[in-house]
């Protein structure tokens, strides 16, 4: 008997299989009879359970999805057998679309929870299968839907772009973005704590010329902001620089006391854009010195610039302090 066993590799070798037609007629009489069984076998009915993807979608008005319902659906169904081999080798299907409106029509939240009958729903959810398939009952029984308020307001948009300039230029106005707000909407609990929204992140080099670009305007997740977009304006143009003298002022003073400084006025050195060059006077800026700082034992007063306009750049002081001289009556 072993020893039959161990030739029976040897009868389905090919050059046996040529030289023995017993085995060949035995061969394909197997192959007919189980596409036979197979055929028979698929032609029946079947009761089983499929799977489905599932897509919510169109939430009530002022309303979003705030939990995560179930993302698949089990379908026990009744099919014809060849009806469940397509399923089966079918890679990809469309999934079962829920309307959200729909669905939540007609029944009381608890603390903002549906609990929705799927059995109530299995006339819509079978027609989104093939009509060849019988569903019959569908898992879970409940599907529990959390839908929270949503509310808009504006709020400004700030850039987050990084300038390097070529040299000799430099910002002509402070960079400008339009609109200056946006409306963002979404859950409560998040718009309520946004004061204002960035841009996208962006460099730009060697600048020498004015540009104008539009920045998608970042938002947290769960939200939308309008417009999504902002137009941004860098204004640029090329800087030189100029020198004036300006008077130093003396803050501090108490009202009784005199006190002279040497030298009186200083010499200002700083760079201002073209457009504003013949512009710039000695009342543009206030260098100061403070009283309340003078020590007995220094007799020099260190120099401050306590305001500049804003398009100036780089201020120099030519001396960067004084010498002082108290009168006293």
């Known amino acids: 008997?072993?020893?039959?066993?161990?030739?029976?590799?040897?009868?389905?070798?090919?050059?046996?299989?040529?030289?023995?037609?017993?085995?060949?007629?035995?061969l394909v009489c197997l192959l007919i009879a189980t596409a036979l069984w197979f055929l028979n076998a698929l032609s029946k009915d079947y009761s089983t359970t499929i799977s489905y993807p599932v897509k919510y979608v169109n939430a009530p008005s002022h309303q979003f999805l705030s939990n995560e319902p179930p993302s698949k659906l089990e379908l026990k169904v009744d099919a014809h057998g060849f009806t469940l081999l397509r399923h089966k080798l079918s890679l990809s299907f469309s999934p079962i679309i829920l309307n959200l409106t729909n669905l939540t029509q007609g029944v009381s939240p608890n603390n903002r929870t549906y609990e929705i009958q799927t059995r109530l729903h299995l006339?819509?959810?079978?027609?989104?299968?093939?009509?060849?398939?019988?569903?019959?009952?569908?898992?879970?029984?409940?599907?529990r839907i959390v839908l929270d308020s949503l509310i808009s307001k504006s709020v400004p948009v700030k850039t987050n772009i990084k300038l390097e300039f070529k040299p000799q230029f430099n910002l002509k106005d402070p960079v400008s973005v339009i609109p200056r707000e946006v409306k963002i909407t979404g859950p409560a609990a998040i718009v309520d704590t946004i004061r204002f929204l960035l841009t996208e992140q962006k460099t730009y080099n060697n600048l020498d010329a004015t540009i104008e670009r539009n920045l998608e305007v970042l938002?947290?997740?769960?939200?939308?902001?309008?417009?999504?977009?902002?137009?941004?304006?860098?204004?640029?143009?090329?800087?030189?620089?100029?020198?004036?003298?300006?008077?130093?002022?003396?803050?501090?003073?108490?009202?009784?006391?005199?006190?002279?400084?040497?030298?009186?006025?200083?010499?200002?050195?700083?760079?201002?854009?073209?457009?504003?060059?013949?512009?710039?006077?000695?009342?543009?800026?206030?260098?100061?010195?403070?009283?309340?700082?003078?020590?007995?034992?220094?007799?020099?007063?260190?120099?401050?610039?306590?305001?500049?306009?804003?398009?100036?750049?780089?201020?120099?002081?030519?001396?960067?302090?004084v010498e002082y001289l108290i009168e006293t009556n």
């Open 123 to 143: 006339k819509r959810i079978a027609s989104q299968i093939s009509n060849e398939i019988q569903v019959r009952e569908v898992q879970p029984d409940i599907i």
């Open 1 to 26: 008997m072993n020893k039959r066993i161990e030739k029976i590799p040897g009868y389905l070798k090919v050059e046996q299989l040529k030289n023995n037609k017993q085995a060949v007629v035995f």
């Open 219 to 321: 938002h947290p997740e769960k939200t939308t902001v309008v417009p999504p977009k902002v137009l941004t304006k860098v204004s640029v143009e090329k800087f030189t620089e100029k020198e004036i003298k300006v008077p130093i002022k003396i803050i501090n003073q108490p009202v009784n006391s005199n006190i002279k400084l040497f030298p009186s006025e200083v010499k200002l050195s700083c760079l201002v854009g073209l457009s504003e060059f013949d512009n710039i006077n000695p009342g543009d800026f206030q260098i100061v010195v403070d009283y309340a700082l003078i020590d007995s034992g220094n007799t020099n007063l260190t120099l401050r610039v306590k305001s500049k306009p804003v398009f100036i750049d780089q201020v120099r002081l030519k001396p960067e302090s």
